[in-house]
């Protein structure tokens, strides 16, 4: 029995290193699409990347998608790539919305053309819903982006669900809530908290500035929401899904978490700094995964109390590693 062939674009982020880790344990073939710049970092799939192939592409450039499909023809694509970090999205609009939009629509056209067979998988975000029109969200809350990112991500869902009728590909978009892990960007918040706190406790700063603590978001785990894209692609029919834990924390909760497993206060060492609130702050995004969990059978399986911890713990290994 051939083992199946799966294509991630954005394979070296986060949520590409745990679905290619996940993939190959369930004896796919996984191809990662990589863009051909000076600054690609391997860090995150540096411990499987022998057993990866990587293949260059690009989500601006057309050509090397239909390449790369009519070359290695995957029965499954997991398009993860993206401007995915938010404030970036104020400073680069038009950039976001080649990749993060118009990227999207390179990759179904090829898709359409070279092989209307495979089954695709569109990463959507929950902030798609931004100013919310309802709490929880679900698969049939009306989308109000509140950044370039977000707008861009509507445009790609929707595209999605376009081709998927329009031509009858199987094409799903997971809408993930924010999910994190010690693979997470040191730009994001819980990142940025988890690695703050570490430094702090090691004597390496003295202060964490923030924007807005009262923000809050729907934090889950990246290893736990990588299956929950495979399960889609399992189905008998494509479609959908909100996937979220269905619970809020705050980002002064993750400083009490983070600072707290290390026996700090982090009352002492959090600073508010303007400089770091968004110019329109989205809602109260939590979401209802009722639908994943009836028909995928999907649940998550870290809390947040446990997924801040680990991310703790792997920030303090990695600087009494690099400082020791």
């Not at 819903?129 to 861009?152: C, D, I, K, L």
């Not at 290390?262 to 600073?271: A, N």
């Not at 700094?273 to 994943?292: H, Q, T, W, Y």
Request: charged residues 25%.
């Amino acid at each position: 029995m051939t083992s199946k062939k799966a294509l991630i674009t954005g394979v070296t982020g986060q949520d590409g290193s745990y679905l290619a880790e996940f993939l190959l344990s369930q004896g796919y073939d996984v191809l990662g699409m990589v863009r051909r710049t000076s600054t690609v970092n391997f860090d995150r799939i540096r411990h499987i990347q022998d057993k990866i192939t990587i293949v260059p592409g690009d989500l601006l450039d057309q050509m090397s998608i239909l390449d790369i499909l009519r070359e290695h023809r995957p029965e499954e694509i997991y398009n993860l790539a993206a401007q995915s970090f938010v404030p970036t999205s104020w400073k680069q609009p038009v950039l976001t919305g080649e990749f993060t939009a118009l990227g999207v629509t390179r990759v179904l056209e090829a898709v359409r053309i070279m092989d209307p067979e495979a089954r695709f998988y569109q990463a959507s975000s929950s902030e798609m819903f931004g100013q919310v029109r309802e709490v929880p969200q679900t698969e049939n809350t009306p989308f109000y982006p509140r950044s370039p990112y977000g707008v861009a991500k509507v445009y790609a869902h929707w595209i999605t669900v376009n081709y998927r009728e329009s031509y009858n590909l199987f094409a799903c978009s997971g809408i993930l809530f924010n999910h994190e892990s010690p693979r997470r960007g040191l730009e994001f918040v819980t990142h940025k908290v988890t690695y703050g706190a570490a430094r702090i406790k090691l004597g390496l700063d003295d202060e964490l500035r923030l924007g807005n603590v009262d923000a809050r978001r729907d934090w889950g785990y990246a290893g736990d929401y990588v299956q929950a894209m495979w399960l889609m692609l399992q189905q008998d029919q494509p479609d959908d899904y909100v996937i979220a834990t269905g619970q809020t924390h705050s980002v002064q909760r993750l400083c009490e978490v983070a600072f707290g497993h290390l026996g700090l206060d982090w009352h002492k060492y959090v600073v508010s700094d303007p400089k770091f609130i968004r110019p329109a702050e989205v809602d109260m995004l939590v979401g209802d995964a009722s639908k994943a969990h009836a028909k995928l059978g999907w649940e998550p399986s870290v809390t947040f109390e446990e997924l801040i911890q680990m991310m703790v713990d792997a920030d303090m290994k990695e600087l009494q590693a690099s400082t020791g």
